[in-house]
């Protein structure tokens, strides 16, 4: 079972295009991570959200936490080649371990 | 680069062997966590190590084992090897035994092939 459901699982957009990608699960979570990993490579963490309705921007992306911490999305608006990757969502709990739970994937390409 | 290495990059074996993986954690970094990824099951946390101690545990197989040594570099033991067993595996690290806030930092992978 999976506890953190990701979608879209792919997705395929024009250069300049906005895109979200969702992030839902029926647990709660302390704190809710995104990554993107490129081929070859291992996750780069982009953004932690961690109290509920919370709301980060980093450049083009917007990060939100859902008001129960059960859900998150990100957002990125005029989408561009180099935003290609495959994007992680993580869950967190605070139970003095570092254990989280991560998401499906959402492989995106951004066509010039 | 994370400063997290991990060795070897690619290891091909057969089934029914035995492999370690070697990962050497950020300098500073005291937990050492460990990572399979592969197609159908995404990334799956294995086992976190926190000062040589095990911290937390996921989805690892009996037949897997880690630990991590008093310089804080870690090795995941693999044996009686599966097909299944082909995966990416990551090692990660982090300065503490695990906050909410901490920021995992992850090696570049081994990626394991077992015929």
């Known amino acids: 079972t999976q506890l953190l459901e990701q979608s879209p699982q792919f997705l395929s957009i024009q250069e300049g295009e906005n895109l979200t990608v969702y992030c839902n699960s029926s647990?709660?979570?302390?704190?809710l991570q995104w990554y993107r990993q490129e081929p070859g490579e291992g996750p780069v963490l982009l953004v932690t959200?961690?109290?509920?309705?919370e709301v980060k921007k980093l450049k083009r992306l917007t990060f939100q936490f859902g008001d129960a911490r059960k859900d998150s999305s990100l957002h990125i608006t005029a989408a561009q080649p180099g935003d290609t990757g495959l994007y992680l969502c993580a869950g967190g709990w605070s139970s003095n371990t570092g254990k989280l739970i991560f998401g499906q994937g959402t492989t995106l390409q951004v066509k010039p | 680069d994370s400063g997290v290495t991990q060795t070897p990059k690619h290891l091909i074996t057969a089934t029914g062997q035995r492999v370690t993986l070697r990962c050497s954690p950020r300098s500073g970094d005291l937990s050492v966590y460990w990572y399979q990824q592969s197609l159908d099951q995404g990334l799956q946390f294995l086992i976190q190590y926190y000062n040589g101690e095990e911290r937390a545990k996921g989805n690892i197989l009996e037949r897997f084992s880690a630990q991590q040594f008093p310089d804080l570099h870690s090795e995941l033991n693999l044996s009686s090897l599966e097909l299944g067993d082909s995966a990416l595996y990551f090692c990660?690290?982090?300065?503490?035994?695990?906050?909410?806030?901490?920021?995992?930092?992850f090696g570049p992978g081994t990626r394991l092939t077992v015929l």
């Open positions: 990660a690290s982090s300065p503490r035994q695990g906050h909410i806030r901490d920021t995992q930092y």
């Open positions: 647990s709660v979570f302390s704190s």
């Open positions: 959200v961690v109290t509920g309705g």
